[in-house]
Structure formats: C-alpha cells, structure tokens
C-alpha cells in the first residue's frame, strides 16, 4: 500500500477554491484531472485519506514525535548544563549566529539534494536520524565546546531535512489543499512540542538527577520517529505529484527533467518571477518580525507581570498555533495563500499596536499570544503552501528551500537590528520602529502581489468547470 | 514490503526502543534508593537544630555549657588574663560555625547542614531545609530552592529567619545560581539563569534580583538600575548582571556582562544606579574588613572550559593578586576570615569546598567534601 496515492482521492479543488488560483494551474490541470479521477475511484476506500492525504499524517506522526523528542532535552538541557556540569551557560548565545548561519546553508544543501533523484525521503531520514544520534551523544560529552558542537550537529539534522519534508507534503497534496495538508502537519509538529517538555518533567520526578533517563528515552522516541518514515513514508522516486503549477515553473521543470535536477536548474529557480517574488516578499516580511524571546520581553515590560508568568509565553503561543493551523491552513486553501499569509502579518501588527498602545488588562497577554500563535498559524505552513504552487515538481525541496532560507537570514537579521534599535532607543521606541517597518514591508508586498492570480492570461481561460 | 510486514516491524521496533526507554527510567529511578542510604566514609549526618545565630545545635550548646563551667572555675582560680583573653578566642573560633548545602548521599542529601568551623570536616548536624543555593548573615538567611509544580519544576527564593523558618517567598524565573545577604542580614540578592524561549534553545542570561527584607521592596531584575559605563548613561538589549555582594544595606558591587565583556560594577540601591568600576571581573566577594575582592578572572589564553583564575583586588591600590589555586573556579567565593576565602570546585558527589589564602601563597587544602554554598555563622 502506497499511502501517498491517497492523495489522489481528494478532488482537486474543493467547492470554495479560489477559482483565480485554480485557473493559473490549468495548463496541466486538464491533464491531471483524468488521471486523478481514475485513481480516485480506485482509492476512494480510504476515507480517513480523503480528509488529509495519509503521506501528511505519516510525516505529521513523523514530526510530532521528533519534536517531544527534541523538547524534552530542551526542557531539562539548561538544568543539566549548570547543576550536574557545572558550567555557566552564559555566552552561549554568541554562537547562535553561526548556528543560523551554517542553518541557512545546511537548508539549501539539503533541499537541493534531495531534489536531486527524487531523494526526499532518504535526505528526510538522513536529518532526522542526525538529531536522534545527538541525543546519546549528549551524554558523552562534558564540556561546554562539544555541547554547543552536538547541539549544532542537531541544528543540521533539522536544517537538512526540513525542505524535503515540506516538498514531500506539497508533492502529496493536490492543489487547493495544499493550505490544509501543511495545517494539518503544523499542528501535529507543534503538539509534539507542547508533549515533549510534560514528558521530561514525568521522567524527572520518578527519578534523581535523571538526565541520562530523559535523553536515552529522548533518543529512543527520536529513533521510532525514523523508524515510522522508513517504513511508511512514500519514496520520492516515483512519479512527481500533479499539484497546480505556472507556465513559467512548468518550463522549468522540463528544464530541471532534462538536466536531470542539475544545479544550474536550481538555480533557475530564480528567473521563475512568482517564486522569486515571493521569495523576496517573505525575506521581506522577516526583516520587520521581531523574535518570539524580544516579543515575550516586550509583553513582560508592557504589563509587569509577575516573573513565574514568563515560561508561560511561549506555551500560549503554541498552543494557539496548535489550534488555529488547521483552519487558517483551509482559509488559506480557500482564499488564496498568499494573502493569508500577509493577513498574518496584519495580525502580528495589531500585536505590535497592542503592546504600544496604553491600554492594559489582564485581557493583553491572552489577545496578544492569540496573535502571535495566529500569526505562525498563518506564516508557517501557508508560506509552504503558497510557494508550492510556484514550484515545479522535480524542483520542490530546493524551491521551498529557497523561501524558507529566505525568510530565515532575515528574521535573524531582524534580530540583530531589533537588539541594536532596543540598545539605542530602548524597547517601546525600537518596537514602534518595529512596527512602522512591518507596516511598510507588508505595504510593499501587497504592492508586489506575488500571487499566481496576477497573471491575466491564466485567468480568462481554461476555468475548470465543476 | 506489506502493509503487514510493515506494521510488524514498526511494532517490534516500538517494543525494542521502549524497553531500553523504560529501562532508562527504570535505573535511573532506582538510583533514588541508592542515594538515600548514607554514604560510607562520609561524616556522620544526623539531624538536629540548626540556627543562624551564635551557638545552637544541639552539640554545640553542650560544648559551650562544658567551656563555661571551666571558665567560671579558671576565673575563681584567678587564672592570668592573657590565658582568659586566649581562652575567648577560643571560645569564639569554636562557636563560628559553616552552614552549607550537604551533597552527601543520604537522607539529608540537599539539606542545609551545620558544622562547627574549627572542624569542618566533622560530623554534621542537618536541618531538613533544602536549598539548592543558600547564604546567610547577621541572623537572616535565603535559600533558593526547588518546588515542584504541576507540570514543571519551579524554584523559588525563601527568606529565612534566624531560626530556618520562611519569612516569605518569592517566585523565580530561572535555575538559582548566586545567593548573598548583607551583613546585617536586611538586604538580600540572588541570580539565576534564564534559558532562551526559541525553539532550538541556546541563549541564555542572567537576572538578579534584590529584595530589602524591611520594607519587601523586591527589584525584580537589577536591569532596571541605570547603568553608568565609563562616566555616562549605558543602555543595551544584552546586558546581564550577576554575582552580587554587599558593601552595606544600600552598596553592592555585581558583575555586569555586556557586548562580550564583563565589568566590576558598585551598586547604589537608593540612587537605582550601578557604576563601571573595572573590566573583567566576575562574582566579587568582599572581604569581612570591606577592603578587598576576592573574584574570577577570565584568563585570555586559557582553554574554553576552564577559563578563570581566582583573584584578590585591593579596593585601596586596585592591585590584583593571583592566588594559588591553579584550577578553574566557578563559584562566588566566601570569606571564612580576613585571610581565606573558601570555594567550591567539582568532586564525587557534585562539589566539593576548598580554601586557599588572599596573599596568593600557600596551596588550596580541601575544607568539606560533598558540600556547597557555605555561610559562616557566629
């Protein structure tokens, strides 16, 4: 049983779609329709498929135990470093830069080797058993130098496999459920998460100074996460995924078919204008998106709430991207990708507007994590999901890549202007600045629309008739 | 493969992992058994009174009751003065007691134990507190200590009388590291660590809070505190304060970490201002006199993991003296006297304290095994 056939089950645009996007996939929706339609009939026995295709939930179930796996050393690493090592954590985050910097080039490599052979699957696994090895290997080592040296090792696990797993995703997903099936494995990833740290905490209290315990069974949930993609998830070497794409990424993917996924043709990437346009809106948009540790700091100051609150910051705004990244991934689905995704932003700025604003109550910080839970909810996955349709097939993982890098260098960069704007004008002034930045970015990118619907061409003929 | 063979090897592989899983747990669980029976070749830990000031526990009163008695007939016997005045020293080296954490195993593993100073490696009389880090001065103490939540371990900060019972607690937001009192045992500090909130963890910072134990003015975190870094207003994102200790009730000197660099600074509670003093200096400690330092110093050439060296600055010539531990410390040391300071380095049970002279002589001699964060008492 290959579960990514599934796919095939779900209509290729669902009632609400938005008929402007369908269209510019026309060119090889015709041809697709058919050939889904038969294999829809074939399949249609799998009804928990018809939902989300099952390569989704199997690299959602993937995802979701990697991620207790990787918050449960999270939870209880710093405890460990200062009272069973005996070190001082601090400076520690002077080696972050390099991390995202090696992040960033680790991303590209992988997505464009895994594109290469159709090897999704293999550089997936590849990453994920990088981060599993990480953990025992935790054990082993004592100093503060090769802690930080397997803590970036874990980094280039999920640096490598993050790209392919997105572009196995897309591949499995028809058009107009991309926005869904990313939501659909956003949520499991996250709820992973919010598991991972509890789980720790179990382990930590039936045992003393049971460290050793939480990373072998750390290790052990990590390696069954491997294990589930070996065995279930689809390899990549069969035939691409009929999802919706421009003339221009068709082009480019009989290019990239016929110099065999070559550099060069991953590179030409660039010259395919909705990739590139939203390529540089997202990279855009990150250079105004404060990070989460700044915001929660902003939150703090804001509304002096008292120090045991702060750990609870990030819990609240995962546990809203856990529940709104289904719908809002349907909404994206239904009303076009690319402006969910720049409504999202409009959301992070209403919070930005709240923290400034001097209204308070203890109303602020639930509203205010709503929107930032929201706005990963709207950026995360959908981002995935717009850039999916601007992508040829044979090229997925390195397309996606390139967004997500992207998007990555400049919200790092964010961070370090963030730092330099609080240490000059203190932190309401450099938020305001912050905001005044956001607003002129998503300005700029609505200008910019680099959503597939622009083209005029694609609209006026080849509608699908439903 | 089949969808059958499939599931089946995905279930032998659950059942193989979680074993090892299971085990993990399994052992490290039973290590709670281990760890509370009392270790061998330890000192005697039996529980018993302990108090922040003078002369208490059980022992030590009993002690005291016998120099008295002897005293009382020395002086009927019309003994010299010398001898009485030598005899008072005596007493009163006998009375200075340590209060530390005991990392022995046992059931009073954790606990705050007190042992008399001129034997510090006797037997030791536990307290049932428990504290991760503690300090203590003129009769009041604060122990940071652990407590569990529902969901996640928590740690707090508890205010203790002369007797260890809690005056109050405050909340804390990160792993305790740093704990000190002033000497008259009114102001208290504290400093934790603070992991990052990303996904991928690796920040961390430092807070430090201050708490005048008068009024219950707590400052939650010394970043509100205007810096003043070589004579003008400084401000930025990555600033870190750690390792306090008292001058007075209303002076400090901390360390402050900013764009890389650490500096000495003297805090001024009323005035909410600390001041740059000097680069390069971590976890100062003045001495009883209030004349000098004691700190560790970052050594340039030194490897990534064990990168201080012990010092003593004198606040009169500002002249650093390296003293003879030749290892890496990282702790804020102690003063047992005007000529020691007391330190803990790592030993078999998590640390152990070690005391070496402030004149840069002599060699480090090992005070207490299985010990931290110790307060001299009386």
């Avoid at chain 1, 280039?156 to 196995?168: E, F, Q, S, V």
């Avoid at chain 1, 993917?253 to 990437?269: C, F, P």
């Avoid at chain 1, 309401?428 to 200008?447: E, K, M």
């Avoid at chain 2, 029976?37 to 018993?48: K, R």
Wanted: charged share 20%; net charge neutral; glycine share 10%.
């Amino acid at each position: 049983m290959y579960l990514a056939d599934a796919r095939s089950v779900t209509k290729p645009a669902g009632p609400g779609s938005d008929p402007g996007r369908q269209a510019s996939t026309s060119h090889d929706h015709h041809r697709d329709h058919g050939r889904e339609h038969r294999r829809g009939r074939r399949l249609a026995r799998a009804s928990l498929a018809r939902v989300v295709p099952g390569t989704v939930l199997i690299l959602g179930t993937v995802s979701l135990v990697t991620d207790i796996s990787a918050e449960m050393v999270t939870a209880v690493l710093p405890l460990y470093l200062v009272t069973e090592l005996g070190l001082s954590p601090l400076g520690f985050g002077l080696l972050d830069g390099l991390y995202n910097g090696v992040s960033a080039v680790v991303r590209l490599v992988g997505g464009h080797l895994a594109d290469r052979g159709r090897r999704y699957k293999a550089t997936a696994a590849v990453g994920y058993g990088l981060s599993a090895l990480c953990k025992p290997a935790l054990l082993a080592v004592h100093s503060m130098t090769s802690i930080g040296l397997v803590l970036a090792v874990d980094r280039t696990g999920k640096g490598l496999r993050t790209a392919p797993r997105d572009a196995m995703i897309s591949l499995a997903s028809p058009a107009g459920t991309q926005g869904r099936s990313f939501g659909v494995h956003r949520a499991m990833d996250t709820a992973g998460a919010l598991i991972g740290p509890i789980i720790a905490f179990f382990i930590m209290r039936t045992t003393v100074d049971g460290f050793d315990a939480v990373f072998t069974v750390s290790f052990c949930v990590a390696t069954t996460g491997v294990v589930i993609l070996l065995l279930f998830a689809p390899s990549g070497d069969r035939s691409p995924a009929p999802a919706g794409q421009v003339p221009e990424a068709a082009e480019a993917a009989e290019a990239a078919e016929a110099e065999n996924v070559s550099t060069r043709a991953a590179l030409g990437l660039l010259r395919v204008r909705e990739l590139r346009r939203l390529t540089i809106c997202a990279a855009l948009l990150g250079l105004a998106t404060v990070s989460d540790s700044f915001l929660y700091l902003l939150l703090q100051h804001a509304l002096g709430v008292p120090d045991e609150w702060f750990p609870l910051f990030p819990i609240g705004t995962a546990t809203a991207f856990l529940l709104l990244a289904v719908p809002i991934g349907q909404a994206a689905d239904r009303f076009a990708s690319w402006r969910v995704f720049l409504a999202g932003h409009g959301g992070l700025l209403v919070a930005y507007g709240l923290l400034l604003s001097p209204v308070h109550g203890d109303w602020l910080p639930i509203v205010v994590l709503l929107l930032h839970g929201a706005f990963y909810a709207a950026t995360d996955g959908v981002l995935m999901a717009a850039a999916a349709v601007s992508v040829p097939a044979p090229l997925r993982s390195s397309g996606l890549a390139l967004v997500q890098t992207g998007q990555a260098v400049t919200r790092f960069a964010c961070s370090l202007l963030f730092g330099a704007a609080w240490t000059a004008w203190g932190d309401r002034t450099a938020l305001a600045a912050a905001a005044i930045a956001l607003t002129g970015c998503v300005a700029l990118s609505a200008l910019l629309r680099p959503e597939a619907t622009t083209r005029p061409e694609a609209t006026t003929k080849g509608l699908p008739a439903r | 493969m089949s969808t059958r063979g499939r599931l089946t090897l995905l279930f032998v592989a659950i059942l193989a992992l979680g074993g090892v899983a299971v085990g993990s747990v399994v052992r490290a669980s039973a290590r709670a058994d281990q760890r509370d029976h009392q270790q061998d070749g330890g000192p005697p830990v039996t529980a018993g009174q302990v108090t922040l000031s003078g002369a208490d526990d059980a022992t030590q009163q009993q002690q005291d009751r016998q120099q008295q008695g002897q005293q009382d007939k020395d002086r009927q016997q019309g003994q010299g003065r010398q001898q009485d005045k030598d005899r008072q020293q005596g007493q009163k080296d006998r009375q200075q007691r340590l209060v530390f954490r005991n990392m022995l195993w046992g059931p009073h593993r954790d606990e705050l134990v007190s042992v008399p100073a001129a034997q510090p490696a006797g037997a030791r009389t536990a307290s049932g507190v428990h504290c991760l880090r503690f300090y203590a001065a003129g009769g009041g103490g604060i122990c940071l200590q652990q407590a569990s939540g529902v969901l996640q371990d928590t740690y707090r900060a508890v205010v203790l009388d002369a007797n260890l019972h809690e005056r109050r607690h405050f909340a804390l937001t990160g792993i305790p590291t740093r704990a000190r009192v002033s000497d008259s045992g009114r102001m208290m500090a504290w400093t934790v660590f603070v992991s990052g909130d990303s996904y991928a963890g690796g920040t961390f910072s430092t807070r430090t809070s201050i708490l005048d134990t008068r009024t219950w003015t707590l400052v939650r975190s010394l970043e509100e505190y205007q810096v003043i870094k070589d004579g003008a207003p400084y401000r930025n994102v990555d600033i870190n304060f750690w390792g306090v200790t008292f001058a007075d009730d209303g002076h400090f000197y901390a360390t402050l970490g900013t764009g890389g660099k650490t500096y000495l600074v003297r805090g001024d509670v009323q005035a909410k201002t600390v001041t740059t003093l000097r680069e390069n200096v971590e976890c100062p400690s003045l001495s009883p006199d209030g004349t000098r330092l004691a700190f560790k110093k970052r050594i340039p050439d030194a490897p990534t993991d064990a990168p201080w060296h012990e010092y003593v600055l004198d606040l009169r010539t500002m002249r650093e003296t390296p003293l003879a531990e030749q290892r890496s410390v990282d702790d804020q040391a102690v003063w047992l006297d005007d000529h020691t300071v007391a330190y803990a380095l790592a030993g078999d049970y998590g640390s152990d304290l070690w005391t070496v002279p402030v004149d840069g002589t002599g060699s480090p001699t090992r005070l207490a095994t299985a010990a931290l964060a110790p307060a001299v008492i009386g």
